[in-house]
């Protein structure tokens, strides 16, 4: 089966192309749906105890959270070592369940997949990417987003232009969703020859 890997930094409109990916038929592993979820469940407990008061009504408040990892490297490695394991886990379920079910391949959709690791474990990278401008104008436009945080974001992401260099395949995000959409189809047909 072939593990395809799908990343971009913010703005770049990873989760709309990884929608695009799951409508063409591809299963389609959602790293920040699994991170929600432990957010609500397996990780709450070991949060709350690394990073006292950011539980609220027994889920972990991102907003909290985010204000005591941002711009703090041994935070955000403490945060880190608490949720990557777990999330490891829930893929390799996935992985599990997309074998029993004869998938061909599979699309992990990890928006730090250089920052962690990740890559290593995929066969083939497929970066999203768009103009710097569009980025900025997509996310400046997105609530309580501000150019502050949006620097902080950029600066514990991989440059876009150095996953570009690194990626297999290239979805540009900027020409409109049709001709997203028709990368991503062709993408596909690629792959599946591959698979």
């Known amino acids: 089966m072939l593990k395809i890997g799908l990343t971009g930094s913010i703005g770049m409109g990873k989760s709309t192309t990884a929608q695009m990916f799951r409508d063409a038929g591809a299963p389609v592993l959602d790293s920040d749906q699994i991170v929600h979820d432990l957010y609500r469940g397996a990780a709450v407990a070991p949060i709350e105890a690394a990073f006292p ?57 990890v928006p730090l997949l250089f920052e962690t690791g990740a890559e290593k474990s995929v066969d083939v990278i497929v970066v999203v990417s768009a103009p710097e401008d569009v980025q900025k104008a997509r996310v400046l436009a997105r609530p309580g987003m501000t150019a502050e945080k949006f620097a902080a974001i950029l600066e514990k992401q991989v440059p876009d232009s150095e996953k570009r260099a690194r990626a297999d395949f290239v979805v540009r995000t900027d020409q409109g969703l049709d001709a997203a959409r028709a990368q991503v189809q062709e993408l596909l047909r690629t792959l599946a020859a591959r698979a």
């Not at 949720?83 to 004869?102: C, I, S, Y």
């Open 53 to 109: 008061g950011v539980v609220v009504d027994g889920v972990v408040d991102r907003g909290r959270l985010a204000e005591r990892v941002l711009g703090d490297p041994d935070a955000l490695k403490r945060l880190e070592d608490i949720v990557h394991p777990l999330v490891w886990a829930a893929r390799d379920a996935f992985l599990t369940e997309q074998e029993a079910k004869g998938a061909r391949l599979v699309v992990y959709d």
